[in-house]
């Protein structure tokens, strides 16, 4: 009887634990939800399509924001990957399945940002379209940023469901979210084609390949040279031979030999060939201009004795 009466104790405090356990979570996703759901509790209420139409105005895309500084976010968060799939189940299976987003967020892409997304869905158009494609696009051209969406849709689609046309880009996997696989080729094309760096700025002329001298002693520009030099070992910054990284990177960084430091002034990347640091932070450098580029974003960075930064997408010849 009593070996009876312990086990019913031991049950209870064990429901009540689990109980407690149970409560507390709900507690904790109750919390979450209050945080994350809609303005007015009907929203779930309204169908697949409707839902679908309200994210594609507030479901930011990778890389779509622009944080205080002016730089994007490099980290792929958005509403749409990390905050609105996390309000309910049925979002997230919207937000998941749905196509029809990244249409939209790649239409606002390229007509915020046309230096970037407009000329890389040119370059994708330029490099997958066949002579017949080429012909139609000479004739008719693209009177909007959309129809430039639509005619890569319409490429990849095609090879989606074509073999012969081979399987570079695209798998079947990715058949269903084109405009999802659209805009990771085209961002990948943007990451290769630009450069964020530091900012050298004296207006002169700059001719490609012809290597300058220069003499570094300003504070703001010793630590220009001194952060891109960092990555790469002492004898580097000895005035030795540089060796690439592992990864292939030499040391480059933007030098904005233009009249007016503005958004969309054509600069020039150079490569740092031979570097000398001395002990009070001056350096010679020996430098190869490789290509121009037009300034999409640029910055002063607080407390850095005016040192600027600058985000430019290269130009393609």
């Keep these: ?56 105005f507030v479901g930011d895309a990778p890389f779509e924001l622009l944080s205080s500084s002016g730089r ?66 000479n004739e008719d051209g693209y009177p909007s940023q959309s ?24 798998n079947a996997a990715d058949t269903k979210l084109l405009h999802h696989r659209l805009f990771k080729l085209i961002f990948k094309w943007i990451r290769t084609m630009t450069i964020t760096s530091p900012l050298f700025y004296m207006p002169g002329t700059v001719r490609i390949g012809s290597t300058i001298g220069l003499h570094f002693f300003e504070p703001r520009y010793r630590t220009l040279i001194s952060e891109v030099m960092a990555p790469f070992p002492p004898s580097a910054r000895q005035g030795e031979p540089i060796i690439p990284t592992s990864l292939g990177a030499v040391p480059t960084f933007i030098y904005a030999n233009c009249r007016i430091l503005e958004i969309g002034a054509v600069v020039t990347i150079v490569q740092v060939i031979t570097c000398e640091i001395f002990p009070d932070g001056a350096a010679d450098v020996e430098l190869k201009p490789l290509s121009r580029a037009r300034i999409s974003h640029v910055w002063e960075r607080p407390d850095s004795g005016r040192l600027c930064e600058a985000s430019a997408f290269k130009l393609v010849d």
């Design 1 to 56: 009887m009593r070996s009876l009466t312990k086990r019913r104790k031991r049950m209870k405090r064990s429901k009540q634990s689990s109980t407690e356990m149970v409560e507390g979570d709900s507690s904790l996703i109750s919390s979450q939800r209050i945080k994350l759901s809609p303005t007015f509790p009907q929203f779930e209420m309204l169908n697949d399509d409707t839902i679908v139409s309200v994210l594609a």
């Design 72 to 137: 994007r976010f490099e980290d792929g968060r958005s509403t749409m990957t990390d905050v609105l799939p996390l309000v309910s189940k049925k979002i997230y299976f919207i937000l998941k399945n749905s196509d029809y987003l990244w249409k939209h967020a790649l239409i606002r892409l390229v007509n915020h940002d046309p230096g970037s997304w407009a000329n890389g869905l040119q370059q994708f158009i330029l490099e997958h379209s066949s002579d017949a494609d080429m012909t139609r696009h």
């Design 147 to 170: 129809d430039l969406v639509n005619e890569s849709i319409r490429i990849l689609s095609a090879s989606a469901t074509n073999d012969q046309r081979g399987d570079s880009f695209i």
